[in-house]
Nanobody, 121 residues
């Protein structure tokens, strides 16, 4: 499975942004899809996760109420919509695919290249 994340950019505090992650390969719906983010010098941080069929989601406390993860299995794509963005949301955002519904990065087998989100105050 190859993952390609896109949609990052420079936005202002309070703006919204939707990240996309498109997968190549088969059986996309068999994979749990997670979103993580990382800033320089810090460990990769869990943001959101969605089950294979999209029926179950979970969010980090830092984005709960502001983030929505969704997927379109017909398009092999998972999305992360972020509203009311804050400067502390600035990070490189990664999508990941794995077999288990977890918030732990080491359980994910496949990773996208990351997309930079910068939120100015």
């Amino acid at each position: 499975v190859q993952l390609r994340a896109s949609g990052g950019g420079l936005v202002q505090a309070g703006d919204s942004l939707t990240l996309s992650c498109t997968a190549s390969g088969r059986a996309f719906s068999n994979y749990v899809m997670g979103w993580f983010r990382q800033t320089p010098g810090k460990e990769r941080e869990f943001v959101a996760v969605i089950s294979g069929r999209g029926g179950t989601t979970r969010y980090a406390d830092s984005v709960k109420g502001r983030g929505t993860v969704s997927r379109d299995n017909a398009k092999n794509t998972v999305y992360l919509q972020m509203n009311s963005l804050k400067p502390e949301d600035t990070a490189v955002y990664f999508c990941a695919a794995g077999p288990a519904f977890t918030t732990t990065s080491r359980t994910y087998n496949y990773w996208g290249q990351g997309t930079q989100v910068t939120v100015s105050s």
